[in-house]
Each structure stands twice: as structure tokens, then as C-alpha cells.
């Protein structure tokens, strides 16, 4: 069973000097349920766009997407929301600051459902809040009540992680989500994400910037460049790659761009 379907989708921008940007072009994917999938790709190649039309805060301007077999094309961003969950590359911006970790929490524990945060806070929430809390093991259950203020920015994201998986979604989209994090903190970010993601059962698109999570997790990987996808590997192709092979192929096609760009100078330099 397929947890998300794309079929030929495009989406471009206008850049600042009115020029259009083919962020997508006619991109197709399946991702498995139950299939963490890792994405890299340069500054640029569409990475965010990708996920940002998953989740529905963007349109694209062709194509179709499916979530679990239904048509989400037509769907609005908060209609998706209880199948979908996100996490950004920001630690500032999945959690509300001035709130407390439990009240943020909670209001993960409500979405969607018909009832106010009063409800929300019922002794039976609070407990599972605590209990999920416990789970992690680094002692989050005791600062429940603190404000998210006071956290570190890993913290936050391990917040963060839990309120995007509190109901299970369909599909986690992890942007980068460690990128922002000093190497310890994102270690353990990523340690808890992957605990997460095995206990539920999730299925992940996860982007990276870093070579040794793309060859050390997931058991899929997809490359992106300038809009399309480039490599897409899986089984004892993925369990072989080698960051350094990925960094070469990197290369090979920045230098192959390059190329084509300076032919293409050349050839305006000489017709026009
Ligand atoms: N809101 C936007 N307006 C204009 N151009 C955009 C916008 N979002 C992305 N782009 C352009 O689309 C391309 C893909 O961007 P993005 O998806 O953010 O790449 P990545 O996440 O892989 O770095 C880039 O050329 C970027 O400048
Ligand atoms: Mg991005």
C-alpha cells in the first residue's frame, strides 16, 4: 500500500526579476507505508517546495497527489493537517514559546477534535502527556509546566516531534530539522526521531543537508536537482552509498550545470 502518490507534479515561481523559477517539474513519486525516505539535493533544487505542496500550503500548478489512496489535491492545508505532520528546520517555530510544554502538547492532543483546550487539559490528557513525555527518557516529564521559553533548541524540537506525531500521521515530513541544532543535540533529536518513527510505525520524507544521515538513515534516497529527481535508491544500493560517492555525484552534476550554463553564454554570446 502506497502512503503518498505524486503523479507529474510542477510548481514555479516568479523570481524578483519577474523571471519564472521551475521550483518542480513534473515530478513523480511513490512512497511506501511504513518507508522512511530520505531527500537531499542543493540549496535551491526544491527540496522545501516538495514538502510544502505535500502539506498543502502550496498549490501546484499541475499534478496530483494522493495520501493514503485519497485525492488530497483539492484539500486545504488544515484539512490535512491530522495526516500530515511536520517539522521545520526552525526550533522557534513549531512550538508556541510563551506556553508550556504541556499546554503545547495539548493543544497537539485536541487538534481536530471537537473540544477546547479546558477539555484538553483533562486528567486523563495531562497523564498521557506525561507519559509520552517519560517515554524520551530525558526528563522532559518534570519541566512539563515550564514554559517552552526556557528549553534548548533541541528540546524543542523533541517537543516539536511529538506534538507532529501525537496522532499518528500518515506521513511525517522532517525539513532539515536538525540543521539548526549544535552536533549534540541534533544526535539526539535524530535518535529520538528515529525511536519514534520505529514505535508508530510512521512513514517519513526526511530532508537533509548532511551526507552521514542521508547514508545512515532511512532505507530509501531520493536526490533532487533543480526541480527533478535525480538518483532515487533503495535496498542494498542504499545500505552501500558512502557520503563521499554522494559528495562526488554532487558535484558531477554542479559541474555539468556549470557547463551548461557557460554553453549557454556562449551560444547567447554568439547568436544574439
Ligand atoms: N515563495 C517563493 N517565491 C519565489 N521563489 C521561490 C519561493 N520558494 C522557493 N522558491 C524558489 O524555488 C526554488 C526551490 O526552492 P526550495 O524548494 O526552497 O529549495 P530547497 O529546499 O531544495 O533549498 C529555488 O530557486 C527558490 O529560490
Ligand atoms: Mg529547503
Not at 508556541?96 to 481536530?112: D, F, P, Q, S, Y
Not at 522532517?174 to 549534540?184: G, K, N, V, Y
Request: glycine share 8%; net charge negative.
Amino acid at each position: 500500500m502506497t502512503a503518498l502518490t505524486l503523479q507529474s507534479i510542477s510548481k514555479s515561481y516568479e523570481d524578483g526579476d519577474g523571471r519564472q523559477v521551475q521550483a518542480l517539474q513534473h515530478i513523480d513519486l511513490e512512497i511506501a507505508r511504513g518507508s522512511f525516505v530520505i531527500l537531499v539535493g542543493s540549496n535551491g533544487s526544491g527540496k522545501t517546495t516538495l514538502l510544502h505542496v505535500i502539506a498543502g500550503s502550496e498549490r501546484p500548478d499541475t499534478g496530483r497527489i494522493f495520501l493514503e489512496g485519497e485525492d488530497v489535491g483539492t484539500l486545504a492545508e488544515h484539512r490535512r493537517a491530522a495526516s500530515v505532520g511536520r517539522v521545520f528546520q526552525d526550533p522557534f517555530r513549531g512550538t508556541v514559546a510563551e506556553m508550556t510544554i504541556e499546554e503545547n502538547l495539548a493543544l497537539a492532543a485536541c487538534r481536530g477534535r471537537r473540544s477546547d483546550l479546558g477539555f484538553a487539559l483533562s486528567a486523563r490528557v495531562r497523564k498521557e502527556i506525561h507519559d509520552r513525555l517519560a517515554a524520551l527518557g530525558i526528563g522532559l516529564e518534570q519541566r512539563m509546566h515550564q514554559r517552552v521559553a526556557t528549553l534548548s533548541g533541541g528540546q524543542r524540537q523533541i517537543v516539536t516531534m511529538l506534538m507532529a506525531t501525537w496522532h499518528r500521521p500518515h506521513l511525517l515530513l522532517l525539513d532539515e530539522h536538525t540543521a539548526a541544532l549544535d552536533p549534540r543535540s541534533a544526535e539526539l533529536v535524530l535518535s529520538l526521531t528515529g525511536r519514534i518513527v520505529a514505535e508508530d510505525g510512521l512513514t517519513v520524507l526526511m530532508v537533509t543537508h548532511s551526507m552521514q544521515q542521508a547514508v545512515h538513515f532511512g532505507e530509501r534516497l531520493i536526490m533532487m536537482h533543480r526541480g527533478k529527481i535525480t538518483l532515487d535508491i533503495s535496498g542494498t544500493e542504499k545500505l552501500r552509498a558512502q557520503p563521499a560517492e554522494l559528495e562526488s555525484y554532487f558535484e558531477e552534476l554542479h559541474r555539468a550545470e556549470l557547463l551548461d550554463d557557460s554553453v549557454a553564454a556562449l551560444l547567447r554570446e554568439q547568436y544574439i
